[in-house]
T-cell receptor, first 114, second 109 residues
């Protein structure tokens, strides 16, 4: 199993550009989520999904869209990039909807918005 | 007040030392608790879950104090390889997990 994969590893955008961060998992996990990590802030939840076709907002959803058309994939779209979206983005998955389940993280995407 | 608060450190300890981290959480209804480890520029990985009765995994011991709303992590006989950031993670219920900002640990030879 590859686990959770993310592409790209690094990206530089100009303000106003749009892009999609890809996330895929091959563990047949129901729950997937996107976090951003900024210095001194910890990981903050952007959006999450409890299964194909079901998504919901996390703590900091503004400026981001998600969709979950398959169990495996959970892309994150930046609609119009802003410098405040410069961050490290992590995708995670867990086996079920239960609170106690471990989250498995991808290696992250480092995004710089100029 | 942040929902999950940790001392950011850094903690600088010599090899073989015992070090303890605390983490406080604000939602008294929180149901599950974890410690994750994050190496520099890497993704977080689960270190251990924290159970009401406390639990131990080798040199690591985790405790939960619901009355005071804090969890702790004790590392005995520190190794150089323990150098990392330790993230306190709390699930207040539902599908939203709250991460603390992390405590940095440096173990020196």
């Amino acid at each position: 199993n590859a686990g959770v994969t993310q592409t790209p590893k690094f990206q530089v955008l100009k303000t106003g550009q749009s892009m999609t961060l890809q996330c895929a998992q091959d563990m047949n996990h129901e729950y997937m989520s996107w976090y951003r990590q900024d210095p001194g802030m910890g990981l903050r939840l952007i959006h999450y999904s409890v299964g194909a076709g079901i998504t919901d907002q996390g703590e900091v959803p503004n400026g981001y869209n998600v969709s979950r058309s398959t169990t495996e994939d959970f892309p994150l779209r930046l609609l119009s990039a802003a410098p405040s979206q410069t961050s490290v983005y992590f995708c995670a998955s867990s086996p079920g909807q239960w609170e106690q389940e471990t989250q498995y993280f991808g290696p992250g995407t480092r995004l710089l918005v100029l | 007040r942040k929902e999950v608060e940790q001392d950011p450190g850094p903690f600088n300890v010599p090899e073989g030392a015992t070090v303890a981290f605390n983490c406080t959480y604000s939602n008294s209804a929180s149901q599950s608790f974890f410690w994750y480890r994050q190496d520099c520029r890497k993704e977080p990985k689960l270190l251990m879950s924290v159970y009401s009765s406390g639990n131990e995994d080798g040199r690591f011991t985790a405790q939960l104090n619901r009355a005071s709303q804090y969890i702790s992590l004790l590392i005995r006989d520190s190794k150089l390889s323990d150098s990392a950031t330790y993230l306190c993670v709390v699930n207040p219920g539902g599908f939203k997990t709250i991460f603390g900002a992390g405590t940095r640990l440096f173990v020196k030879a």
